[in-house]
């Protein structure tokens, strides 16, 4: 491992436990203290952190709005554990001239998995089954027993067209044979939408009026806050279904809720909500909801890769060259 040159090693704070590999990395080349009860930081913590350390490493499960940055700041640098960034005020990080980084690139196919996971399982009422099974209810197999919708031949509608998107996308067009739109802030080229055997189209509305399942992959922030709000839910096909691996806050949740138990949607895969861990109880009552508890990333090989690469942030940071994943 190349040696940082450096005549002392720069203290740093990671915010929540790492997998043990990453650890050990960041051991022998910072001075690094680590959350060993792995409990969330709360917004005091968090600003006294800025204020002590070069660098502090935090993750979604982290809040770091205005307030945070508003004391002394010595940090130089936030090397987040992860590709989505909204719990982090931006502007704020940039006034204080606090460099951000993230993890794009090695999430992707995990995340992509998961959404596939949630589309099949709120399809083929995966969730549902397995909870009648367990529960001893199942009295055997019958011509109308727990009757799902079909995937395979189905028209998917992909909100933001990233690399996740794309991902998304490539499984659902080979693996299933689904026909797949999409809509996009920018123009994708044709050669690769292409590709994935997607059409592009000119509005959000455009996607949900043509879906039987609509897949949200665009960032959160305020610039994606509600996209999926009463109106839209509206806009969707009867009998659609909603999966989000995205961020809590594109969907108002308690639209969503509206549009469930209405029937204007026919169910949601969701593993991202408005304000984690917190699950309204209205969604976890519903038989026609798939929840997973925020599991896009989570393999072994992909977190250690999320991992290596905030080491390589960091590393690339405090040697005087530029940050591989600078967001700001
Ligand atoms: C991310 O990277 O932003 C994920 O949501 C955490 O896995």
Known sequence: MEELKLMSKPRILVTR???????????????????????????????????????V????????????????????????????????DIA?????????????????????????LLLLSVAR???????????????????????GTKVTGKTVGIIGFGRIGKAFAQRCHFGFGMDVVFHNRSQVD???????GARQLASVEEVLAASDFVSLHCPGGAENRH??????FAAMKRGAFLINTARGDVV????????????????????VYEA????????RQMENVVLLPHLGSATEETRTAMGMKVVDNLTAFFEGREVPDRVV
């Open 252 to 271: 108002d949740e308690t639209a969503l809720i509206a549009a469930l138990q209405s029937g204007t949607i026919r169910g949601a895969g969701l593993d």
């Open 57 to 88: 490493l935090p993750t979604v499960s982290d809040k770091l709005p205005v307030a945070v940055f508003s004391g002394e700041v010595r940090a130089k640098i936030l090397g987040n554990f992860g590709v989505g960034f909204n719990h982090i």
């Open 190 to 196: 044709p050669a690769e939408t292409a590709r994935y």
């Open 17 to 55: 436990r790492w997998p043990t590999a990453v650890e050990a990395v960041l051991a022998e080349r910072f001075d690094v203290t680590f959350n060993i009860d792995d409990v969330p930081l709360g917004e005091g913590e968090l600003r006294q952190a800025l204020a002590d350390y070069d660098a």
């Open 92 to 116: 704020s990080a940039k006034a204080k001239g606090v460099v951000v980084t993230n993890t794009p690139g090695v999430l992707t196919d995990c995340t992509a998995d998961i959404a596939m």
């Open 125 to 147: 009422r995966g969730g549902e089954g397995e909870r009648q099974l367990r529960a001893g209810d199942w009295k055997g197999w019958c011509p109308t027993h727990m009757i």
């Open 227 to 232: 996209l999926m709000n009463a109106a839209r």
């Open 276 to 283: 984690e861990p917190h699950v309204p109880e209205a969604l």
